[in-house]
């Protein structure tokens, strides 16, 4: 590896992208958008969340858990007739937790005995049920006045095909979407800017020329810090402008750096696959669609089918590990499963590009 003959490579695709419109978008549009989130939303918009309540009397504890979850969360509460008729309802997601109340609970919790307390949550909980839940015994001793107050048995429903919770409530509007901005301008910069480079380089045959001056591994690397520059510089960019902090630094830039390398790698690959601009320019948008499309899906309530095809895709990893990341707590699970599915993807890709220059080279 010749460190001279990569960086001439370097500085050269550097001069060359300057002149090219497409860089300039790639990065602008996506800083733009998530300019744009960042007024459109703001932090202190709290996520909401369904209390189903079954008491055959009146009770003060739903009141006392809405003046205890109001720092996090708008409680909302809905009382209904029966157990079966609840169960249903946070069954179908439509509740994000169920309370049972029995008769005479007030009186028998200021009365020093422990009443049974039942909570219903989904196979899944959301934020907003599972906070509920957490703070229940704490409201229900300030309400008792002693430790431990009620007893609490907490149900948790079988999982249900073809739902699914959004963790992306914790993590609030703002941030979710300016996550979505950076994966789109890491996207655009690899299948717009780099790929743009390398086919004018086909075009113009002087491809050719840097395999004779330079091995595939020299060219492969320098063509690759080039694509990473401008995700280098561009992330912090966006988090500036939004002012948007990740809890969790170490997972971010982790993430961040993983998945610009994966991408870096597929847009080397798309470039060498085209012959010219206008095959670039009909196939780009094709290409953008497969990375963007499953970040934005990840958390939502979609079929299992379809959220086990979306989980292959690196970027829905990025997506997961980014929230994780942002929230300052584990909101989607198997981190090291995110990690190993994006690096699987940048070994695949550099392992085809190296073919594609080998073949190249042979014909």
């Not at 079966?84 to 919790?109: C, E, H, N």
């Not at 470039?271 to 970040?295: F, H």
């Not at 299992?304 to 909101?331: D, F, H, K, Y």
Request: charged share 15%; hydrophobic share 55%.
């Amino acid at each position: 590896m010749n460190a001279v003959r990569v960086d001439a490579i370097y500085r050269k695709d550097l001069r060359d992208a300057l002149r090219d419109s497409r860089l300039i978008i790639a990065i602008l549009m996506p800083l733009l958008i998530g300019l744009l989130y960042s007024f459109m939303f703001k932090d202190d918009t709290k996520p909401t969340a369904e209390l189903g309540v079954v008491a055959s009397a009146s009770t003060q504890l739903p009141a006392a858990l809405q003046a205890a979850t109001n720092a996090a969360l708008q409680l909302k509460v809905q009382s209904f007739a029966d157990q079966a008729a609840l169960t249903q309802q946070v069954r179908d997601k439509k509740v994000d937790v169920g309370l049972i109340v029995p008769s005479g609970f007030d009186g028998a919790l200021k009365g020093g005995a422990s009443p049974k307390l039942t909570v219903i949550l989904p196979a899944s909980p959301s934020f907003g049920g599972d906070y509920v839940a957490t703070v229940l015994d704490r409201v229900t001793q300030s309400l008792a006045g002693q430790v431990p107050a009620a007893t609490i048995a907490r149900v948790m429903l079988p999982a249900t095909a073809g739902t699914s919770d959004s963790a992306l409530t914790a993590l609030g509007a703002r941030k979710t979407f300016v996550l979505v901005a950076v994966i789109l301008m890491l996207a655009m910069i690899a299948v717009y800017a780099l790929p743009a480079v390398l086919t004018e380089e086909t075009e113009k045959r002087t491809v050719e020329a840097l395999t004779l001056i330079a091995s595939d591994a020299e060219v492969i690397v320098a063509k690759s810090l080039f694509g990473l520059t401008y995700c280098v510089i561009s992330v912090p960019l966006m988090l500036a402008i939004t002012r948007v902090v990740p809890e969790n630094v170490a997972l971010f830039v982790a993430d961040i750096v993983l998945t610009s390398v994966t991408l870096v790698g597929l847009g080397l690959l798309l470039g060498g696959l085209m012959r010219t601009q206008t095959q670039l320019n009909t196939w780009s948008t094709v290409a953008l669609l497969p990375l963007i499309v499953p970040a934005i899906i990840v958390g939502l309530p979609v079929p299992g089918w379809v959220e086990t095809v979306v989980s292959a895709i690196p970027t829905a990893q990025t997506m997961r590990l980014g929230v994780n990341a942002l929230a300052g707590r584990q909101l989607f699970g198997a981190e090291w499963l995110s990690f190993a599915i994006i690096l699987g993807w940048a070994v695949a890709a550099y392992g085809l590009v190296w073919w594609r220059l080998s073949r190249q080279e042979a014909a």
